[in-house]
């Protein structure tokens, strides 16, 4: 599978923006997907999973409340809504996907996991 992530931008603090990551192929409900995002400096880290059905989710603490991730199957695509956004939310983020019926938490979570990378979208959120 291919992912084009898309959305990204420059956005004032308290601000929102939605990602979009659309995937090529037809099995795209038989895979859950993630979103990931790395820093200037930092390390990449979990953001937001989604399972194959979308009937798990789960959030990186830092995002919890303020970030939803969702999934159209019939359109191949994956999004992250983020809401109040803060300084700290600036990062690359990219997409992953992982062909599984699986849904526990540390399997979502974990980059390692996940299969197919798209080649992310730089949100800036500036103070």
């Known amino acids: 599978v291919q992912l084009q992530a898309s959305g990204g931008g420059l956005v004032q603090a308290g601000g929102s923006l939605r990602l979009s990551c659309a995937a090529s192929?037809?099995?795209?409900?038989?895979?859950?997907m993630g979103w990931f995002r790395q820093a200037p400096g930092k390390e990449r880290e979990f953001v937001a999973a989604?399972?194959?059905?979308?009937?798990?989710?789960y959030y990186a603490d830092s995002v919890k409340g303020r970030f939803t991730i969702s999934r159209d199957n019939a359109g191949n695509t994956v999004y992250l809504q983020m809401n109040f956004l803060k300084p700290e939310d600036t990062a690359v983020y990219s997409c992953?996907?992982?062909?599984?019926?699986?849904?526990?938490?540390?399997?979502?979570?974990?980059?390692?996991?996940?299969?197919?990378w798209g080649q992310g979208t730089l949100v800036t959120v500036s103070s």
């Open positions: 192929g037809r099995t795209f409900s038989t895979y859950a």
């Open positions: 989604i399972s194959y059905s979308g009937g798990s989710t």
């Open positions: 992953a996907a992982d062909q599984t019926y699986y849904t526990g938490r540390h399997y979502l979570t974990t980059a390692k996991r996940y299969d197919y």
